[in-house]
């Protein structure tokens, strides 16, 4: 008995969706693979932005519960502490992440975040903190915990 063309079209595009599903689900990223420590090089060009001194490594960690620390070089402030900023973060599995405002950045900023080839790379979408915006945006590497100075502290 062959099939009515109705019945065909039904099925061809239950198939379509099933396989569109399972690509989904295979190439958009779980949030929990953003969390976790992740550093990356701030150039002086790229510092720019920032005050003096704030060019070199930093670490950005993002934690389960929403919080997001950004680790500064170490002596950007004083010499051989490193300061640290938090503030909370909301990501997305389709790429999108919303930084809420924090020490020295009043408002949200919006960013779309992708991991590939052992990097998460960050893209600015719309941020009017100046600061924000000159470091999360980049090309981050998964890090170990960095190794504490003689003494850290938070800004507020």
């Known amino acids: 008995m062959r099939p ?3 019945a065909l079209i039904f099925f061809a595009f239950a198939c379509s969706a099933a396989t569109l599903a399972a690509c989904r689900s295979d190439s958009e ?8 420590l992740w ?9 720019t932005a920032l005050a003096p001194n704030h060019a070199g490594v930093w670490w950005l960690r993002f934690r389960q519960n929403g919080v997001l620390v950004a680790y500064e070089p170490v ?9 640290t900023i938090e503030t909370t ?15 020295g950045c009043p408002t949200k ?5 992708k991991l590939g080839d052992g990097f998460l790379r960050i893209g600015k979408l719309i941020d009017v903190c ?3 915006a000159a470091v999360v945006p ?4 998964r890090s170990r915990v960095p190794r504490p100075p003689a003494r850290v502290r938070a800004h507020s």
């Open 138 to 141: 980049g090309e981050w590497t």
């Open 89 to 103: 973060f909301l990501a997305r599995a389709r790429g999108r992440l919303v930084i809420d405002a924090g020490p």
């Open 109 to 113: 900023g919006v960013y779309r975040w």
């Open 4 to 6: 009515t063309r109705p």
């Open 75 to 83: 002596g950007a402030h004083v010499e051989g502490v490193r300061d």
């Open 29 to 36: 990223p779980s949030t929990t693979s953003l969390l976790g």
């Open 130 to 132: 100046a600061a924000r």
């Open 39 to 47: 550093s990356r090089n701030i150039s002086e060009a790229d510092a």
